[in-house]
T-cell receptor, first 109, second 113 residues
């Protein structure tokens, strides 16, 4: 079983749509959680950290369920510029990040 | 004023050659990393250095040797390059704390022919 699992997509949605991505992780000792965004042929960039209480940053909402070992990302009012690969990322305390394989989002006009 | 920089951006070379990739960060971070992203886009940790000391060394062939001359630099030397080494190599850095954000360099695209 992969340490971090994501649906690879692609998710093709129209502008203005709401889209949700899910991710599960296998190591119950995982300490911190993130969503990173990676544009085509670019480096990953932090989108947001994920907290147990859930957190929101503009149109983006992240949720963490430690009991189910499940992380989610909700994007409201999708923009063309949201098209990218979204990487679910977990830190198990070894200081290195464990990445999911990414979920590709394509927002269409 | 690039935060994490890597050179070269592109590297095309023949099997059997030896090559190096350089990484520098100007963020004052104390931990640096090398990741490999293969053709399936899967990012995997290779090495991590904290204050010039190796702290993570994943199952990587010993043809790969990281070198950290100081906290701001982490170079990757690869001996006897093989076709399977073709990938994008990302350097990253972070500051050790409970919830540390890692900042990535632009990547080095290595193609072994």
């Amino acid at each position: 079983r992969k340490e971090v699992e994501q649906d690879p997509g692609p998710f093709n949605v129209p502008e203005g749509a709401t889209v949700a991505f899910n991710c599960t992780y296998s190591n119950s000792a995982s300490q911190s959680f993130f969503w990173y965004r990676q544009d085509c042929r670019k480096e990953p960039k932090l989108l947001m950290s994920v907290y147990s209480s859930g957190n929101e940053d503009g149109r983006f909402t992240a949720q963490l369920n430690r009991a189910s070992q499940y992380i989610s990302l909700l994007i409201r009012d999708s923009k063309l510029s949201d098209s990218a690969t979204y990487l679910c990322v977990v830190n198990t305390g070894r200081r290195a990040l464990t990445f999911g394989s990414g979920t590709r989002l394509q927002v269409q006009p | 004023d690039t935060a994490v920089s890597q050179t070269p951006k592109y590297l095309v070379t023949q099997m059997g050659n030896d090559k190096s990739i350089k990484c520098e960060q100007n963020l004052g971070h104390d931990t640096m990393y090398w990741y490999k992203q293969d053709s399936k886009k899967f990012l995997k940790i290779m090495f991590s250095y904290n204050n010039k000391e190796l702290i993570i060394n994943e199952t990587v062939p010993n043809r790969f040797s990281p070198k950290s001359p100081d906290k701001a630099h982490l170079n990757l030397h690869i001996n006897s390059l093989e076709l399977g080494d073709s990938a994008v190599y990302f350097c990253a850095s972070s500051q050790v704390r409970l919830r540390e954000t890692q900042y990535f360099g632009p990547g080095t695209r290595l193609l072994v022919l």
